[in-house]
């Protein structure tokens, strides 16, 4: 069992940064690889970044490529999240996630463990 706590949520202007952040607990975190997935309101849960467990292989969708930057510290058992340059539509509730399997798009049957989730609001 995996759990997972996402954090760095908030309120930023169009245009500025935030960093989320999921501290994982349980066992073998490193031997996961992650994901971050999004879900805005009325909208189907979406994909948006993994990272293989060993940090070489880090996927993104097109919609974020060149904004955000995901990573992980697998000492800390935490993975990252950097997100710049945001937009009104980067709205949406973001989820941490330990995964089955990693591509380029992950699926969401790829997903083993799901975190809460925390809010991000971009406002124009």
């Known amino acids: 069992q995996v759990q997972l706590v996402e954090s760095g949520g908030g309120l930023v202007q169009a245009g500025g940064s935030l960093r989320l952040s999921c501290k994982a607990s349980?066992?073998?975190?490193?031997?996961?690889?992650m994901g971050w997935f999004r879900q805005a309101s009325g909208k189907a849960r979406e994909f948006v970044s993994g990272?293989?467990?060993?940090?070489?292989?880090?996927p993104y969708a097109d919609s974020v490529k060149g904004r955000f930057t995901i990573s992980r510290d697998n000492a800390k058992n935490t993975v990252y999240l950097q997100m710049n340059s945001l937009k009104p539509e980067d709205t949406a509730v973001y989820y941490c996630?330990?995964?089955?399997?990693?591509?380029?798009?992950?699926?969401?049957?790829?997903?083993?463990?799901w975190g809460q989730g925390t809010q991000v609001t971009v406002s124009s």
């Open positions: 349980g066992r073998s975190f490193s031997t996961y690889a």
């Open positions: 990272i293989s467990w060993s940090g070489d292989i880090t």
């Open positions: 996630a330990a995964l089955r399997w990693l591509s380029d798009v992950v699926p969401l049957p790829a997903v083993q463990y």
